[in-house]
């Protein structure tokens, strides 16, 4: 059952690789696109679109996705909150006053100098969350830890709105607060896809660890593992995953929280099975909605996140009917 379920998530998400070089607002052919990526010719226009346009955004989203989706999960495990989510805790509104800071002194920043930006400030955040999910109190319940997030990524997304009006940073920085690929370069792939390689690697090296967990420390305790040591290992993966995600496409919700609820439901609550599926699933729910960004309003292209939040929401509140969250 399992290996039918990774098969039939890998084929759709190669089908809608495939369908996101293809469509936009300029509809290429079939031949278009495989002349583009085997036979390249710059002195075609349609070639140029793919190659310089949407094989980079579908790059992007297929990483993102996966890396939104992948740190979501180990933030679940390793808090025992099945609420945690980069978003809900407030680490991509860190990563969002990163880049504030970057823009509101650098109107045409380095990706990589955004990059570190988005990891300082996701990283600021990420502490208050390690710190705190280490105390007593936050463990007896996990709302707390949520509300504790909530009041971060409110008291972060204050600040960068400040910074935005105070710099007037309006066309700079919109585009990080809704969510896009739009944007996404070639040298951006290039800096920000081998550290959320990294990210993702680290943490499927992670998963019978986190598994270990989730059950709870007094098990990963009796087994010999450390589980302060497991909660360091996989806070350092979710900013990797996390900060590099958000500097790339900007702030993006729920992706992290609902897609590891929906994929316990088809592989159980074994992080060397939710994770793997996670990142599937994860990159094939961003590029899915990335596709329908640029078709649902032609030619006019809605941003990504605001499709992600109306994709999100409904399946969130049949989790919750469920009883799943």
């Known amino acids: 059952m399992k290996k039918l379920f990774f098969l039939l998530v890998s084929v759709l998400l190669f089908a809608t690789m495939a369908a996101s070089l293809k469509y936009g607002a300029v509809t290429s052919s079939w031949q278009e ?41 180990l933030m679940q495990g390793i808090t025992h909150n099945p609420l945690a989510d980069s978003g809900l805790l407030g680490i991509n509104a860190g990563a969002g006053l990163g880049l504030a800071l970057v823009f509101a002194f650098m109107r045409t920043p380095n990706p990589a100098v955004t990059i570190f930006a988005s990891f300082m400030g996701a990283a600021v955040a990420l502490g208050i969350i390690y710190i705190a999910s280490s105390q007593l109190t936050f463990n007896h319940s996990p709302i707390y830890i949520v509300l504790l997030g909530a009041a971060i990524g409110s008291f972060f997304t204050a600040l960068s709105q400040s910074i935005r009006l105070l710099f007037r940073l309006d066309q700079e920085i919109t585009f990080w607060f809704v969510g896009g690929t739009a944007n996404v370069t070639w040298f951006q792939i290039k800096v920000a896809v081998p550290i959320m390689l990294v990210g993702l690697i680290g943490s499927c090296f992670l998963s019978k660890q986190v598994t270990l967990l989730n059950i709870g420390e007094e098990s990963a305790i009796s087994l010999g593992k450390n589980p302060q040591k497991i909660r360091g290992q996989s806070m350092f993966c979710v900013l990797l995953l996390a900060g590099t995600a958000v500097s790339l496409v900007g702030t993006i919700s729920f992706l992290g929280l609902i897609i590891p609820h929906i994929m316990r439901f088809f592989v159980g609550h074994d992080y060397r099975f939710v994770l793997p599926a996670s990142l599937l699933c994860g990159a094939l729910f961003f590029v899915l909605a990335d596709v329908i960004s640029r078709l649902f309003a032609q030619p006019l292209e809605i941003p990504v996140g605001v499709i992600i939040t109306l994709m999100g929401v409904p399946l969130l509140l049949i989790q919750i009917r469920r009883g799943s969250v």
Not at 52 to 63: D, E, Q, S, T, W
Request: proline content about 2%; overall charge positive; aromatic content about 14%.
């Open 33 to 73: 696109v495989s002349e583009t990526l085997f036979r390249f010719d710059t002195t075609n226009q349609v070639h140029q679109l793919i190659y310089y346009l949407r094989l980079p955004r579908m790059i992007a989203a297929v990483f993102v996705g996966a890396a939104f989706a992948v740190s979501g999960a």
